[in-house]
Each structure stands twice: as structure tokens, then as C-alpha cells.
């Protein structure tokens, strides 16, 4: 079977890094991902010159397309799109650069060993049916449940597409303090309003949202534990906690406010895979004037007088500009990247000591046919509804979910993994040879450091694979014997290969303690920095990723 070799990535040409060195440029970018191919996008169209300095041998991040496997092109890390800002659709033109949008109807497909299963969409009609199997009382809820969230994400949009309300520090100029005590009355004002449009009843319900459990808030709305599972399985993905973490209710949220083409929670394929979202942003970039370039692997920041000058490069290459803009992890560009003695002890200690903890890992197969569920014959020969959306494998309860959590909380990988399954290929032709498909699969809990054993064994992460695979196949019989290859991410792959410090997906957790004015930290939430000239432009302090 085939199994990934990691490979390093290609050094920049000669002549790019020659034209990187001929000039002091107005800002250099610190990584391709897609947030750092947008910042850069943007000031290219303002009329900044600007270079990005992607360490691999590829741009796009965590958003990439990777041929692995001869004919088959995975999605190596993030797998769909919804939570992109529309504005930045529209306004870079990401159509007419190549992005094309898959929706997937239905979305959600849980089977159950009992024989039964779930299907759930953007149908109204097919949830209120499918629900019913289980609970009528549910099917009536679940329509009231949907409204509410889309109540609470139009507020969450004001945050997502305002900066945040920060305190000025250090001198600055009176027009400047005026400009930004004026940003925070205005923002304010709109919470407030916002506020009381939704009524006080709406408001505290929105609370209870943020700080709860979502085993509270979905215990409070259902009955059916398949539902509740299939819900929960949102607010715990990418994170260490927990259904039953105070403040996994936001992170419910967090996995409900995206979009696609206007439509709210819908979460998309892309053509292509989720490289194309990178490729479509680099393209609007280069267009603009920006300069791109691989393998140009940033080893340190240049400061001198505490503000930036530039960037070192790791053949030794010295880049200068007055003006950077790391879209790395704030661990990686504050304790890794910034000299020692730069940064205030407080400030170094509090991104040394934050949460990068992860319990994901990501599995990309090839594999000869589509699964076959023991639970769904919907007389399809090809694919089916069951094959569209999420496939939800292992978690028939929010108890399930809670004692693989545990697991990985004592150490051990789970032994009953939650898996979540997607198959692009139903949708997108264009990633698989003819007849066969790319198998996504995202998976949890895994330990950064197992209590025994290593990822750096290779027989302990095949046997961990196994798991996975034999877990599928109590619900798709066959599964295992349909597989070609497969690519195999753990937090530490994800963190050498992808540059993830933990493996976190998110360049951080997103407890309450770490988001909106305290994300990446409180008093830093503005993507400024204590360096002068040096911002943080990554998922880390913004959150806005796919």
C-alpha cells in the first residue's frame, strides 16, 4: 500500500532571490497561507509593494491540493469552505480567478449500527422527515434551533467584518487617538444596537450560548442522541475540548456563521480541492503587482531600535523592508522567529504559555470504489445522498464523542475515533482518476504526545490507522479493502509539514479566553505587535479561516 514520504521543499531560483535583495520593499508577507495571499492581495491594490515568503514548495497553507498519489489530488488539511468573507470573494474577484464553489445537498449523513440513520440538509422538508424517524418533537425544534443561530451569526457578522475595538498604546498623534476613540464609540454603538434589536430575552440566550457546554445548550433544544451527536461533532472539531467544555457552545456557533453564494452554515467542496482557494487569492494578488515566491523559508526577523527592518532568509538571504507581515503562528513568529531579548517578558511569556493543544489528525485516501453503508440502501449504484455532505463515523452520542475526548486526555489515541468523512469526488471530477475517489478524513482525539508510543513510529501510526479504517468498516463493510493509499497528518505532522505549532488548526484554541479582543492576547487583538512594523496577519489573531 502506499503510504506519504516527506519531502523537502524546493529552494527559491537564483534570479527571484537576486530581486528580492536589489530592493528595500514597503511590506513582506511572512508565509503563503490564504490570509497572508489576501493581505498581501489587498496591498498590492493599494499600491504597496509587496513580496510573500513561502517556506514550501508550494503556497496556500493549510488550503492546499496536493497529487500524492499519482491521479489523485488531496486536500491535505483544510477539506471545505464557508467561513471565507464574502467581501473578500467579491471584492478579489475570486470567481473570475478560477474559484468555483461545490454545495453539497444534504450535508450531514450520520449511520447508526442499529440499521438506522440521519440525513440533514438545507431541505427543510427532508430534515423535518428524516428527524421524524427518531423524534417528532425534535423535527419540531430543529427548524426554531436553526433560526436562532442565524439570528446570533448576523450579530457575530458586525465582529467578523469589523476591527477590533483596541486601546491605542504607545505616542501617537491627536488626529490619531480622535480616529480611534471614534472606530470604538462607533463599534460599540453598533453592539448596542444590535443589542437591543435582538431584546433582552434573545440576549441572554445568546450568553448562554457563548459560555455553555454544547451538551447543555443541545440537551436543552433535543432528545434524539444521533442529532445531538451529529450537532455536537461541530463544536468540538479541531479542539482538545469535549462536548461537555464550558464554551464549546461558541465554537458551535463559530461552525455555523460561514456562507456560501448568500446561504447561511452552508459549507461547500471547492473545485479542484481546497488549493484552488489559495490559488484563486494568489492569482488576484499577482494581478495586483504582488510578488510570490516558494521555498524562501523565513529563519528571523530583522529589528534594530525595536521596530522591524526586514526579514532574514534561511540560506542567509536579507530581505528588507520596514514592514512585515507574518501570517505564521503567533508561537512561531514571537518565540521563534523575533530575537531573544526584543519582546516584554510578559508579552513572550503569555504566547509561550497559550493553548496550542490539538487533538486532530487527518487521513487522505484514494481509494478503487465509494463506501457502502450497511444502515442506507437508497438504491443508488453510484453515488448517493449518503455520500454528498459530512459523514459522521463513530459518534452516535455526545457520550461517544466524550469518552474518545477522554481518552486522548489520559494520553492514548481514542479508542473509538470521531471521524469525519467527506468525498469531495461525488461533486468534483476533476481531483480522481474516472470510477474512483479521494476520501477525506478528519479525525479525533489525537495526543501531541502520546503517553506511550510515538508518531514517529511508523508501525504505531499504521496501527492507529487501522483503527480508523476498521472503525469504518463496522458501518461500510469493505471499506478497507477499496483502499489505493493514504496520507496520514498528526499534530506533529501537521506542525513540521504545514507549520501548525501543535498541530492546532486554528494557530491557537478558541476558548473564551482566546477569542475577539483577547485573541491572540488581550491588548494585542489589533494585529499590531510590540515589534514597530510587525503585525500578525494569520488565523491566529483573526480566526477567519475555511
Same mark, same amino acid.
Request: glycine residues 8%; aromatic residues 8%; proline residues 5%.
Given at each position: ?355 496550542? +493543544? ?5 487521513? @487522505? =485516501?484514494?481509494? %478503487?470504489?465509494? $463506501?457502502? !453503508?450497511? /444502515? ?86 499504521? +496501527? ?5 479504517? @476498521? =472503525?469504518?468498516? %463496522?458501518?461500510? $463493510?469493505? !471499506?478497507? /479493502? ?65
Amino acid at each position: 500500500m502506499w503510504r506519504r514520504n516527506f519531502s523537502t521543499s524546493s529552494g527559491a531560483g537564483a534570479s527571484a532571490v537576486h530581486a528580492l535583495k536589489e530592493k528595500k520593499w514597503d511590506a513582506l508577507v511572512i508565509g503563503g497561507g490564504h490570509n497572508g495571499l489576501t493581505a498581501a492581495a489587498y496591498l498590492a491594490r493599494a499600491g504597496v509593494s509587496v513580496a510573500v515568503l513561502e517556506r514550501r514548495h508550494l503556497i496556500g497553507g493549510a488550503a492546499v491540493t496536493e497529487e500524492l498519489i499519482p491521479g489523485f489530488k488531496f486536500s491535505r488539511c483544510s477539506y471545505l469552505q464557508s467561513l471565507l468573507r464574502p467581501s473578500i470573494v467579491r471584492e478579489l474577484d475570486l470567481t473570475r480567478h478560477g474559484l468555483k464553489l461545490l454545495r453539497r445537498n444534504p450535508s450531514s449523513f450520520t449511520p447508526c449500527l442499529d440499521g438506522r440513520y440521519l440525513l440533514l440538509g438545507s431541505d427543510k422538508d427532508l430534515n423535518y422527515s428524516e428527524i421524524s424517524k427518531f423524534s417528532r418533537r425534535d423535527a419540531q425544534a430543529f427548524p426554531r434551533y436553526e433560526n436562532q443561530l442565524e439570528k446570533f451569526c448576523e450579530l457575530m457578522d458586525m465582529l467578523l467584518d469589523s476591527s477590533t475595538p483596541e486601546t491605542m498604546k504607545g505616542a501617537s498623534s491627536f488626529s490619531a487617538q480622535l480616529k480611534s476613540n471614534l472606530h470604538n464609540s462607533t463599534f460599540w454603538a453598533r453592539c448596542l444596537q444590535q443589542a437591543i434589536s435582538l431584546g433582552q430575552k434573545e440576549m441572554v440566550d445568546f450568553m448562554d450560548l457563548l459560555l455553555s457546554p454544547a451538551s447543555k445548550v443541545l440537551n436543552n433544544w433535543f432528545e434524539t442522541d444521533v442529532l445531538k451527536a451529529t450537532l455536537a461533532t461541530d463544536a468540538v472539531i479541531g479542539t482538545m475540548g469535549s462536548v461537555n467544555t464550558p464554551g464549546t457552545g461558541y465554537v458551535l456557533l463559530h461552525h455555523v456563521m460561514g456562507e456560501t453564494d448568500g446561504d447561511r452554515g452552508v459549507w461547500s467542496y471547492v473545485e479542484g480541492g481546497m488549493g484552488s482557494v489559495s490559488l484563486a487569492i494568489s492569482k488576484a494578488a499577482k494581478e495586483a503587482g504582488a510578488h510570490i515566491l516558494t521555498g524562501a523559508e523565513v529563519s528571523s526577523l530583522m529589528i534594530d531600535s525595536g521596530a522591524v527592518t526586514g526579514v532574514t532568509l534561511e540560506d542567509g538571504t536579507k530581505v528588507h523592508s520596514s514592514v512585515v507581515l507574518s501570517n505564521a503562528t503567533p508561537y512561531k513568529t514571537f518565540v521563534e522567529l523575533v530575537p531573544e531579548d526584543v519582546l516584554p517578558d510578559d508579552f513572550l511569556r503569555a504566547i509561550k504559555y497559550s493553548d496550542y +493543544s490539538s487533538g486532530t489528525t487527518k487521513i @487522505n =485516501l484514494a481509494v %478503487e470504489t465509494l $463506501p457502502q !453503508f450497511r /444502515s442506507c440502501n437508497l438504491c443508488h449504484p453510484g453515488a448517493g445522498p449518503q455520500h454528498m455532505g459530512t459523514i459522521h463515523i463513530g459518534s452516535e452520542s455526545m457520550e461517544d464523542i466524550n469518552l474518545a475526548c477522554q481518552d486522548a486526555v489520559n494520553g492514548f489515541p481514542s479508542q473509538r475515533p470521531v471521524i469525519e468523512m467527506t468525498i469531495p469526488t461525488v461533486l468534483d471530477k476533476t481531483i480522481s482518476p474516472a470510477g474512483m475517489h479521494v476520501v477525506n478524513l478528519f479525525i479525533q482525539y489525537t495526543p501531541y504526545k502520546p503517553s506511550e508510543g510515538s508518531w514517529e513510529d511508523t508501525t504505531y501510526r499504521e +496501527s492507529f490507522a487501522k483503527r480508523c479504517f @476498521n =472503525l469504518i468498516d %463496522e458501518y461500510a $463493510p469493505g !471499506f478497507s /479493502s477499496s483502499i489505493i493509499g493514504y496520507d496520514m497528518l498528526t499534530p506533529p505532522d501537521l506542525e513540521r509539514e504545514i507549520g501548525l505549532t501543535g498541530g492546532n488548526i486554528f494557530h491557537g484554541a478558541m476558548g473564551l479566553d482566546s477569542v475577539f479582543l483577547m485573541r491572540p492576547l488581550k491588548g494585542w487583538s489589533n494585529y499590531k505587535t510590540p515589534v514597530q512594523g510587525l503585525y500578525c496577519v494569520g488565523v491566529g489573531p483573526t480566526l477567519e479561516v475555511e
